[in-house]
C-alpha cells in the first residue's frame, strides 16, 4: 500500500504524531532564542541535586549529579524551594555551591553567571535533541515504507513520543531552577502530556513487536483503552503540577508516569523474552532477540535510573547521560525496520568505520591548517569538492562490485533473451540471471501458463501441486510484485498463510520471488535463492532483478508473436488451396482456419467435367494433356477468384466449386451462375485453340443450392475443406447430364434468378443416385444490362 492510497482519517493521524514533534520541536527553538544572551546561572537544582548546564561550570568542578548540601551559605536540605527561586542572577554576580562527593569528600565550586551561548545550549542539550531527531527520523522512514500497517503505527507513535520526550525534557531552565520549571504553563502542559503519552506508548510497541499480536489483529480497540489510561494519567499529572500537592498525593504528579513507563516496558521485554525463547519461526526469534537486547541495554538503564531519581531522589548519574544508552534501542528499531528496506549491515559498519577514519583525517587537517593560515582551508576544500564524488563512487565500486557493472549486465542478458528462439530458452536465460547479477546459489524461472520451469542449481521438489495452485504464487499473483521471506515471517496479513508460503518458497528453494508481469497480470515468476555472499537483497539488486524479468516478458512476447506469425504463414498457405485471397483476408481476420468449424449452411454447388476428356486422353501424349488441363485450370482458377468462391478440389478434367462458405455471400446463387457463364465463354476461346489441333474438348456444368455440412475433412497434414450433402450430389450428376457448352441448373437455383437471365426446360432429368426424375432447366445467358453488370 502507498502513502497517498491511506484514508483522510488516517493522513489526519500520521500529520498529529508529526504535528505533537513538531509543536515540541517549534517551543524548544523559541525557548532557545530567548534565552540566548540572558544572564546564565550555568546549573540547575533539581531535588538536591545539581547539574551543571554549561562547560565551564563542568569543569569548575560541578560534575554532573553531585549531591548539594548548600547554596551560597544556605542548607539545602531546609531552604531547597527558596535556593532554587533566589539564586544570583545577574550578570557579573557568582553563586557557590558546597558539593558532596559520593566518596564523601566535601567541596565548593564558584561559578560565575554570564549570557548563555548557543555552545552552552549544546552541551546542556544538544545530544539528547539529536537523538531524539533520530528517533523520529527511524520512526517517519519505516512509516512511508511500509504505510498503515500496525507495526508502523507502533513505531511512529513510539519514536514520536520519545522525539517529542527529548526535545522537550530540558525546555527552558527558568528562575525555579528546575530542570522542568518553565514559566510559560503551555510548555509544562505539553511536557506532562507527553510523559503520559511515553508511558503508553511501550504497550502499543509490545503489541506490534517482533511481531503483532494476536489480539491486536482481532481486536485493534484494546488500542483506545491503551491511550485511555494515559490520557487519564496526564490529567492526574496536570492536577498535581497545578496544586503542587506534597506527600503522598505528589506520586501523582511526577513518580506515577515513570511507574507506569515501566510496567509497559516489562511487558514489551517479557514478550521479546517470550519469543526469543519460544517462537517457531527463526526470522521471528531473531527479531526478538534483538529487540530484547535494544530494550535491555538501551531502555532499562534509563529507565530504572529515572524511576529510582523520581520516586527515591537517589541519582547515580545525570539523567542526560543516561538517555544515551537509548541510542542502542534505536540502532534495533532501526536494524529490524529499515535494514532490508534502506541497508547492509555488515556493509553499512564497513563503510562507516571507513567514513570516520577519513573525516577525522580531513579534520586534523582542517585543523592544522586553521592554525597556520585561517584562508588555507579553502586548499582542502576546492579539491575534496572534486575528489569526494570519486572517492565515493570508488567505495561503491569496491562494496558493490557487481552494482557498478548492472548496466553492462542487464545489457548483456537482454541480448541473450532476445536471441533465444523459444520460451524454453528464456526461461532458461532468465534463471542464470540472478546468479550473474547477485551471485545467487540457485533460481528457477516459470510460466503459470503450460507450467514451464527452468532451474540453475536446484530440482524442484514434485508435491503433486501445479505451481499456479501454490498459496505463494496465488499471493503474488494478487498484490504483483515481489515477495521476500522475511515479510512472510513478520508481516500480519501472511499470518493465517505462512506455512503454505514457507512450504512453496522451500519448493523453489528460495528466498524472493519476483513476477513476470505482462499488461499488469502476472504469467510467471522468478524465484531467487539465498546469495553466496549471505548479504540481504537490497533495493537495487531487486529493481535490476524486476527489469531483467521484464526483458524476459518482452523475449517470451516476442518468441510467441514469431511463432505465431509462422503458424499463420502456414495456415494462409493451406488455406490459398481452398479459398480466393479476398476469402483468405476474411477468414483470417475471423481467427484463421482454427474458427472454420463444421457447420450446416445454405449453399451453391458448381461442377464443371470436360467432355469428350477421356477419348482425347488416349490419343494424345500425356505431356500434351497436361498442358492442355493446364491451360484450362488457370481459366477457370482466375474465375473461381474473380466471383470468391470456394474451391473444394480439383479432379482430372473436373472441378467442384461452392459460394455462401465459409464467408456469408447473399448472393451466392447469382454468383455462381455468372461464373457459369464467365467459364462456359473461356471455354468457347479455349476450343478455337484446340479444334485447330484437332481436340474435341468441351465443358458441362451443373448447378444447385441448398443445404450442406461445411468444414475440413482429413487429417493432420493432409486435409481438405469440403461440403457435404446432397447438394453435392445433384450439383455433380447435372454436369454429368450436360452436354458440351451446356448449363444445366435445379428449380430452385432458376427461382433464385432474375428475369436478367434467359433459361429454358430441359425435362425431368432421371440421374443415378435419385429415385424420382429431377427438373432441369437450361441456362442460355443473360441479358445485355447483366452482362454490362457482370
Request: with cysteine.
Amino acid at each position: 500500500m502507498r502513502f497517498r492510497a491511506g484514508t483522510v482519517r488516517q493522513k489526519a493521524l500520521f500529520g498529529i504524531l508529526l504535528g505533537v514533534y513538531a509543536l515540541g520541536a517549534l517551543m524548544a527553538v523559541d525557548d532557545k532564542l530567548a534565552r540566548i544572551g540572558r544572564p546564565d546561572i550555568g546549573w540547575v537544582l533539581d531535588g538536591f541535586h545539581v547539574f551543571p548546564l554549561r562547560s565551564d561550570a563542568a569543569a569548575a568542578g560541578l560534575h554532573s549529579g553531585g549531591h548539594a548540601l548548600r547554596v551560597n551559605g544556605m542548607d539545602v536540605a531546609i531552604n531547597w524551594r527558596e535556593i532554587r527561586v533566589g539564586a544570583r542572577r545577574q550578570i557579573g554576580e557568582s553563586n557557590t555551591v558546597t558539593l558532596e562527593s559520593s566518596a564523601g569528600a566535601i567541596t565548593e565550586v564558584t561559578i560565575p553567571v554570564r549570557p548563555l551561548e548557543w555552545r552552552d545550549v549544546l552541551f546542556a542539550e544538544g545530544p539528547n535533541i539529536g537523538l531524539g531527531v533520530l528517533f523520529v527520523v527511524v520512526g517517519v522512514a519505516s512509516f512511508l515504507l511500509r504505510p498503515y500497517a500496525a507495526s508502523s503505527w507502533a513505531l511512529l507513535a513510539l519514536c514520536s513520543a520519545l522525539g517529542s520526550f527529548l526535545i522537550s525534557r530540558f525546555v527552558d531552565v527558568g528562575p525555579s531552577g528546575s530542570l522542568v520549571g518553565p514559566s510559560d504553563s503551555l510548555r509544562v502542559v505539553y511536557f506532562r502530556l507527553m510523559v503520559a503519552f511515553l508511558s503508553c506508548v511501550p504497550v502499543h510497541a509490545g503489541l506490534a513487536f517482533p511481531v503483532i499480536h494476536p489480539l491486536l489483529l482481532r481486536r485493534p480497540r484494546v488500542l483506545w483503552l491503551v491511550y485511555g489510561l494515559g490520557a487519564g494519567l496526564a490529567g492526574m499529572q496536570l492536577l498535581g503540577w497545578s496544586r503542587d500537592w506534597a506527600g503522598p498525593l505528589r506520586y501523582f504528579g511526577g513518580g506515577l508516569d515513570t511507574s507506569v513507563l515501566l510496567v509497559g516496558v516489562v511487558f514489551f521485554l517479557g514478550r521479546c523474552v517470550w519469543l526469543a525463547v519460544d517462537a517457531r519461526d527463526p526470522l521471528v526469534a531473531q527479531r526478538a532477540r534483538i529487540l530484547l537486547a535494544g530494550v535491555s541495554f538501551g531502555v532499562l538503564p534509563a529507565l530504572v535510573l529515572n524511576f529510582i531519581h523520581d520516586n527515591f531522589r537517589i541519582l547515580v548519574i545525570d539523567l542526560r547521560l543516561a538517555y544515551w544508552s537509548l541510542t542502542l534501542f534505536l540502532l534495533a528499531l532501526g536494524y529490524l525496520t529499515l535494514r532490508h528496506d534502506l541497508l547492509n549491515a555488515r556493509i553499512a559498519v564497513r563503510r562507516a568505520v571507513i567514513y570516520a577514519v577519513v573525516v577525522g583525517v580531513l579534520t586534523v587537517l582542517a585543523v592544522l591548517l586553521i592554525a597556520l593560515q585561517p584562508f588555507a582551508v579553502a586548499a582542502l576544500l576546492l579539491p575534496l569538492l572534486y575528489w569526494w564524488p570519486r572517492f565515493d563512487a570508488r567505495l561503491n565500486s569496491w562494496f558493490y562490485p557487481k552494482r557498478a557493472r548492472f548496466p553492462e549486465l542487464v545489457r548483456a542478458i537482454g541480448g541473450e533473451l532476445a536471441a533465444s528462439q523459444s520460451a524454453g530458452a528464456v526461461l532458461a536465460a532468465l534463471a542464470h540471471a540472478p546468479e550473474r547479477l547477485c551471485d545467487a546459489r540457485n533460481a528457477a524461472a516459470f510460466l503459470l501458463a503450460g507450467e514451464d520451469v527452468s532451474t540453475v542449481g536446484c530440482t524442484l521438489a514434485d508435491t503433486g501441486r501445479r505451481l499456479s495452485d501454490e498459496v505463494l504464487v496465488q499471493l503474488m499473483r494478487t498484490t504483483r510484485r515481489e515477495i521476500l521471506r522475511d515479510h512472510i515471517a513478520v508481516e500480519p496479513q501472511y499470518a493465517n498463510i505462512k506455512d503454505d508460503c514457507y512450504a512453496c518458497f522451500d519448493r523453489l528453494h528460495a528466498d524472493v520471488l519476483v513476477p513476470l508481469l505482462r499488461d499488469n497480470t502476472v504469467v510467471g515468476g522468478l524465484a531467487i535463492g539465498p546469495r553466496a555472499t549471505a548479504d540481504m537483497y537490497e533495493a537495487p539488486e531487486l529493481a535490476a532483478l524486476a527489469t531483467v524479468a521484464q526483458q524476459a516478458v518482452q523475449a517470451i512476447g516476442r518468441v510467441e508473436a514469431t511463432e505465431r506469425l509462422r503458424d499463420r504463414e502456414v495456415e494462409f498457405a493451406d488455406l490459398k488451396r481452398f479459398f480466393p485471397p479476398q476469402i483468405i483476408d476474411q477468414v483470417m481476420a475471423k481467427g484463421g482456419a482454427a474458427e472454420l468449424r463444421s457447420q450446416r449452411k445454405l449453399v451453391t454447388v458448381l461442377f464443371a467435367d470436360l467432355r469428350g476428356f477421356t477419348s482425347f486422353s488416349d490419343s494424345v501424349e500425356p505431356e500434351e494433356v497436361m498442358a492442355t488441363l493446364a491451360e484450362y485450370h488457370n481459366a477457370m482458377g482466375r474465375r473461381i477468384a474473380e466471383f470468391a468462391g470456394t474451391l473444394e478440389r480439383f479432379a482430372g478434367d473436373g472441378f467442384m466449386v461452392f459460394f455462401n462458405d465459409p464467408v456469408d455471400q447473399p448472393d451466392h446463387v447469382e454468383r455462381a451462375v455468372r461464373m457459369a457463364l464467365a467459364m462456359r465463354a473461356d471455354v468457347q476461346q479455349l476450343r478455337a485453340t484446340w479444334l485447330h489441333k484437332g481436340y474435341q474438348i468441351d465443358v458441362g456444368i451443373g448447378l444447385h443450392t441448398g443445404y450442406a455440412t461445411c468444414g475440413f475433412v482429413g487429417y493432420e497434414g493432409r486435409r481438405d475443406y469440403a461440403v457435404i450433402g446432397n447438394v453435392t450430389n445433384l450439383a455433380a450428376r447435372l454436369s454429368a447430364a450436360a452436354a458440351g457448352s451446356e448449363i444445366l441448373i435445379t428449380a430452385r437455383v432458376r427461382s433464385e434468378l432474375h428475369d436478367g437471365y434467359r433459361t429454358e426446360p430441359a425435362g425431368e432429368l432421371a440421374l443415378k443416385g435419385f429415385h424420382q426424375p429431377q427438373a432441369a432447366y437450361r441456362l442460355l445467358d443473360a441479358d445485355a444490362r447483366q452482362r454490362a453488370a457482370g
